[in-house]
């Protein structure tokens, strides 16, 4: 698949913009995308909704920004936390629990990433997409690893890698809630609960 440029304009990292970027996020987050105005976004910043276009120039652009850099830190993150040369289920554990504990402490700008992609034209979809399929990527590395060398007895290394993935990227629909509201309890569980989808043999 073509890869798509980035306009670095569009992930500014001026000030301003981040600014705004948070803003949107609590805003996306509480009432959703489709229900969300940009007039609604600028009051929170005490901001006409003239002063966001200097910066984005509509609300899906606003959108894009905060979605592709949420899916970047997300990367950065996690292969920042992989020990490459640990054992996989050492890797696994790692991996998991940054990437849970993540989803949990970020947990409004995480459900905004996860769950808003639909709101996104084709184009910037395919490039956030492309992040998406990296991450995916660094987990299945880390099973096929284990499976080659018999640490996992898996028996589908892409069903595996997905139900791992899609398990750390569903803590943000749901925390905080019940006795889990602290995000180092979630990291401390969801990596033994990846041990056992992997099936690990030690």
Not at 8 to 16: D, G, L, P, Q, T
Not at 162 to 172: G, P, Q, R, T
Request: hydrophobic residues 45%; proline residues 4%.
């Amino acid at each position: 698949m073509k890869s798509v440029d980035v306009d670095e304009n569009v992930v500014s990292s001026s000030k301003a913009a981040a600014r705004l970027r948070a803003a949107a996020v609590e805003a996306f987050a509480e009432n959703g995308f489709g229900a969300t105005t940009t007039r609604e976004i600028a009051a929170r910043l005490e901001m006409s909704a003239a002063a966001m276009y200097p910066h984005y120039k509509s609300k899906e652009e606003l959108l894009f920004a905060i979605a592709y850099e949420g899916h970047q830190l997300t990367l950065e993150w996690l292969r920042a936390a992989d020990p490459v040369h640990e054992t996989p289920s050492t890797r696994l554990r790692a991996v998991v629990g940054e990437f849970a504990k993540n989803q949990a402490t970020h947990h409004a700008r995480a459900r905004v990433v996860e769950y808003e992609l639909a709101a996104l034209t084709p184009e910037h979809f395919r490039a956030v997409a492309g992040l998406r399929r990296d991450v995916v990527r660094l987990v299945r590395q880390i099973v096929e690893a284990g499976a080659a060398d018999g640490s996992f007895a898996v028996p589908d290394v892409e069903g595996v890698t997905l139900a791992i993935v899609s398990l750390c990227v569903d803590v943000c629909r749901w925390f905080p809630g019940g006795s889990y509201t602290d995000p180092d309890t979630v990291a401390k569980l969801y990596p033994e609960l990846a041990i056992r989808l992997a099936g690990a043999q030690s």
